[in-house]
């Protein structure tokens, strides 16, 4: 291994190390004061990952499919989790364009 390889290596190592230690400072200082900017993007992130998630599950939401399949217990579980989880994030986006509404 030659040596600017590992120059560019250890550069590289640095560098990262330096962009983790500013995203946790920064994340720290956004939910010190801004707690309600940090949920409502979280919320939004939730949503998002709820509707990659769904959209890639192989969850048919078909009734006949739903009689035909064996393991019905995932299709109850998502009826009832997926509600209460959306409905969190959602309220969490909506706090976050009321706080931006009074300023």
Do not use: C
């Amino acid at each position: 291994m030659g040596m600017g390889i590992r120059t560019k290596k250890y550069a590289l190592i640095a560098l990262l190390t330096i962009l983790f230690l500013l995203g946790v400072g920064t994340a720290f200082l956004t939910y010190r004061y801004y707690g309600v900017v940090v949920r409502g993007i979280t919320g939004l992130v939730l949503m998002y990952m709820l509707f990659f998630a769904s959209r890639h599950s192989k969850m048919d939401v078909s009734i006949d499919n739903l009689l035909l399949d064996p393991r019905k217990g995932k299709y109850l579980i998502a009826a009832f989790i997926l509600p209460i989880i959306s409905y969190w994030a959602t309220l969490q986006i909506m706090e976050m364009i009321l706080f931006f509404g009074k300023r």
